[in-house]
């Protein structure tokens, strides 16, 4: 009931705002109004709702459609369109709405739900919107109600609790428990009964308001079920006949394509190209003689609950009893008349206006039509458009859209193709999409689908066997060159030879003039072997900077792949073979049939029964890097590199002898420390053993002993350390050598720097 009154409330409220418009404020005389300021006119109180049927659809890959709704309105007319309630959201995120007959829309408004959480939230009964048995006998804790079919009767008192008792339904090993559920009950006289809540037990309220609460409880619950329509309406302000046209987008079913290529029996290099878009209409409303456009391409979109109200958690803020506030009065701030013309008329958006020329002899525009402006922190940005600039604007394009041969999206780049017939079909190009515009209206009624031609044309096409690596087995394919002007989206297709099915498959985009191999079905009767080659290695130049040794040598890698042909007829084998890069080249004459970034192919006749080679040589460089250090001996490396280029030995003969002076000192060093770590352990245990015998004349010897291996530690360690000091300055000198070197030797030339 309370709904109800709301929507006669609603609807009664223009009424009442038109009957307050006719009211005047006060007996007081109005003053005489000058020509350019004439009193407003009285605005009529919208008319019925009419339906905008949907006149354009194009759909896009990324599951979003672009609906346009257009019709005649006159005078002030409201206009309704019905959506899903999914589809709401993308429609207040997209809504876009053009008077053209200089009208304005006063507003746009819709039938909302409140979330069933928050609507529960009006219920004392405190249950959620999935509740159990538990649950709805503690929400009438304490609630009169009468128990009918309990032992002795109908029972009549107040429920205090429910609980959950477990038992054992039998004794011994195989005992199970259960779990029965108990209801406690005050009758009127005192007496407390427990009750075992069984499928004959029934529990009724006795308050009516209660009774109540369940009954609204429940209804909210089934309104979750209900999938109805939401209707939005517009109220569309002006005079006289004018065009109103509603866009936006929607979520749709993803368009798809599917082609035919059907051979003619008797072999011409061509083959009958045939594509068709898979179209569903789900979103609940009829399209009846729409301009259909498909869109290969998907624009950036997103899905922003708009149409749900939301509720953000506010800080709950305690009241304060400390302090007493005194009323103040507030100072008000500057306001430009403009302002306040602005919002006499109940404007939500204002600005300062910039001076703007008016045309001669041209009638005054509506306030309301010049208050478009938009203000930011620094600056104010502002944009005037008068009536007749909306109207001219609102010919043009209508004039566009009626224009033949015009693509309804109105670019500039529309070419006619030649699909299905001249002018069946055509496409645009625009951003990083294409676009296949039908020409001729289309009827698809809701919750239907259908097959919409997109093409029909001979392209050149051509049977070949294709083999790779990656897929040894060979399949039968189609060379397909498009030449049409339209843009292939990706999808499926079928082959048709000599009337008969023969293989289906997947294709990418093709773009005109652009070739694609196509595979469809296994080809049984080729077999393709590979036999590799050693390949050949050659140095052809060297280069040494700052201790880096770069050696770049000359490859050739080759295979022979030998294709044998089992059929009766004649078969083009088409071999994939991966592709080098860092400027690898085909060895000699050999040419491919097709190059891509990453693979060759190479045309093999291949006659019937019978076995055909194909040699394929590939030459490019390879590089190899050694970086010199004082720290890595790597003069072993360098003797072999001086035995391969001769060249090198005058450059490399120092600091192949430097790194040998210094492997000698670390030869040294090690043979050092050998010797000190023997005269530490000898010290160690002559001091122990003069330990031991302290106070005896034996411990004489030992003293003797310990004075030498003390002295032969102490030599010990001064060489050591001079060696190490012959080192470092050996290692500074090596890492100067390397770092002076500054040598390029080319296979080609024989000379060096």
């Known amino acids: 009931m309370r709904r109800i009154l709301a929507v006669v409330c609603l609807a009664a409220l223009p009424v009442t705002l038109s009957l307050a418009a006719q009211t005047p404020a006060a007996p007081k005389a109005a003053p005489k ?183 609204r409880y429940l209804q909210l619950l089934s309104t979750t079920h209900s999938t109805g329509l939401r209707h939005l309406t517009l109220d569309a302000l002006g005079a006289g006949q004018r065009q109103l046209r509603v866009s936006y987008i929607s979520e749709v079913p993803v368009w798809k394509s599917t082609y035919r290529l059907v051979f003619p029996r008797t072999p011409n290099g061509n083959a009958t190209m045939q594509g068709w878009a898979v179209v569903d209409n789900t979103v609940g409303a009829d399209w009846d ?38 009323p103040q009065t507030h100072e008000a701030g500057e306001q430009n008349r403009n302002f306040a013309a602005l919002a006499s008329l109940g404007l939500g958006v204002s600005s300062s206006l910039p001076n703007r020329p008016k045309k001669q002899n041209a009638p005054s525009p509506s306030v309301a ?22 109207s001219s604007i609102a010919t043009k394009n209508s004039a566009d859209l009626a224009r033949p041969g015009q693509s309804p999206s109105g670019s500039s780049v529309d070419r006619v193709s030649d699909a299905i017939k001249e ?60 030449k049409s002007k339209l843009t292939l989206d990706s999808g499926s297709f079928s082959i048709f030879e000599s009337g008969e099915f023969a293989g289906e498959g997947l294709l990418d985009p093709i773009h005109p003039g652009e070739r694609r191999l196509l595979s469809y079905a296994a080809d049984q009767a080729v077999r393709v072997k590979v036999s590799a080659r ?29 294709a044998i042909n089992s059929g009766d007829l004649d078969r ?95 030869r040294r060093i090690n043979e050092s420390k050998q010797i000190e770590a023997t005269a530490a352990a000898d010290e160690a245990r002559d001091r122990e053993n003069l330990t031991a015998l302290k106070g005896n004349d034996a411990a004489k010897r030992f003293v003797d002993e310990l004075n030498r291996a003390e002295d032969l530690l102490q030599a010990t360690r001064k060489q050591t350390a001079g060696l190490e000091a012959q080192k470092k300055v050996a290692i500074e000198k090596l890492n100067e050598l390397i770092s002076q070197i500054s040598f390029d030797w080319d296979v080609k030339a024989g000379n060096k720097d």
Do not use: C
């Open 33 to 215: 109004p000058t020509a350019p300021q004439a009193a407003p006119k009285t605005l009529a109180a919208p008319q019925v709702v009419k339906d905008l049927p949907v006149r354009k659809v194009v759909l896009y890959k990324n599951g979003v459609g672009y609906f346009e709704h257009a019709g005649s309105v006159n005078g002030n007319q409201r206009v309704a369109i019905d959506f899903t309630s999914p589809q709401l959201n993308d429609v207040l995120q997209s809504l876009t709405v053009l008077d053209e007959g200089g009208g304005r829309i006063a507003g746009v408004n819709y039938n909302s739900t409140t979330p069933l959480a928050e609507q529960l939230k009006s219920l004392s009964l405190g249950m959620t919107d999935d509740p159990t048995s538990t649950e709805l006998f503690q929400a009438l804790r304490g609630q009169r109600v009468e128990v009918t079919g309990a032992p002795g009767g109908t029972i009549t008192g107040r429920l205090m609790a429910i609980e959950t008792r477990t038992e054992k339904t039998n004794g011994g090993d195989n005992a199970t428990t259960i779990d029965k559920y108990y209801l406690t009950l005050v009758a009127g006289s005192g007496a407390v009964r427990v009750i075992e809540l069984t499928p004959a037990l029934s529990v009724r309220p006795l308050d009516a308001n209660l009774q109540g609460q369940l009954d």
């Open 289 to 326: 003689n729409v301009q259909l456009s498909l869109v290969a391409g998907a624009p950036q979109s997103f899905i922003q609950p708009l149409s749900q109200p939301i509720y953000t958690r506010r800080v709950e803020i305690p009241i304060s009893t400390e302090a007493q506030l005194t």
């Open 369 to 390: 039509a010049d208050a478009l402006a938009v203000q930011t922190d620094s600056n104010v940005v502002s944009t005037l458009i008068s009536s007749e600039e909306i």
């Open 423 to 482: 002018g069946d079909v055509t496409t645009s190009a625009f951003d990083d999409f294409f676009e296949y515009a039908l020409t001729a209206p289309v009827t698809i009624h809701k919750n239907e689908s259908a097959m919409v031609p997109i093409l029909q044309q001979e392209l050149p096409a051509v049977h070949v066997t294709l083999w790779s690596e990656k897929e040894p087995t060979p399949l039968r394919a189609v060379w397909l060159e498009n």
């Open 534 to 562: 050693n390949g050949e290695r050659t140095l052809h130049h060297v280069q040494i900077r700052k201790g880096s040794v770069i050696e770049t040598y000359m490859d050739v890698d080759a295979k022979t792949y030998s």
């Open 572 to 666: 083009d084998v088409l071999i994939e073979q991966p592709r080098h890069t860092n400027d690898w080249t085909l060895d000699g004459d050999l040419k491919a049939a097709e190059t891509s970034p990453n693979i060759y192919r190479f045309k093999l006749p291949v006659a019937a029964h019978t076995t055909a080679k194909l040699e394929v040589r590939e030459r490019g460089p390879e590089k190899t890097a050694v970086y010199l250090n004082a720290y890595n001996n790597q003069s072993v490396y360098l003797l072999d590199l001086v035995k391969r280029v001769p060249e090198a030995l005058d450059k490399l003969k120092p600091v192949i002898d430097a790194e040998d002076a210094l492997a000698d000192l670390d």
